[in-house]
Nanobody
Framework: QVQLVESGGGLVQAGGSLRLSCAASGRTFSSYAMGWFRQAPGKEREFVARISWNGGNTYYADSVKGRFTISRDNAKNTVYLQMNRLKPEDTAVYYC?????????????????WGQGTQVTVSS
């Protein structure tokens, strides 16, 4: 069984930064691509960023490109999301998730394990 636990959310002013972490249990963390998603009140959950199993490839939603950076430390079973120049529209619950084996997509249906989420609130 895989458990994902996010941390690092909070309240920040527009233009500020936050770093989210997602700690994973299990010995196979380094074999899977990982992703970050977010869900704002009243909206669908949306893709934010993803990273390949070894960190060599990353991909971002257009809305966060150039402001957010996804990274991972396989020795620590942890994936990160560095968020800079935050905007009020970034306010959401942020979730990390594991991409299914042999997949590399943004599609929410291709992620099989999810964390409980961490709240990010950006004030204007």
């Amino acid at each position: 069984q895989v458990q994902l636990v996010e941390s690092g959310g909070g309240l920040v002013q527009a233009g500020g930064s936050l770093r989210l972490s997602c700690a994973a249990s299990g010995r196979t963390f380094s074999s899977y691509a990982m992703g970050w998603f977010r869900q704002a009140p009243g909206k669908e959950r949306e893709f934010v960023a993803r990273i390949s199993w070894n960190g060599g490839n990353t991909y971002y939603a257009d809305s966060v490109k150039g402001r957010f950076t996804i990274s991972r430390d396989n020795a620590k079973n942890t994936v990160y999301l560095q968020m800079n120049r935050l905007k009020p529209e970034d306010t959401a619950v942020y979730y990390c998730a594991r991409n299914k084996r042999y997949t590399w997509t943004d599609d929410i249906k291709d992620y099989d394990y999810w964390g409980q989420g961490t709240q990010v609130t950006v004030s204007s």
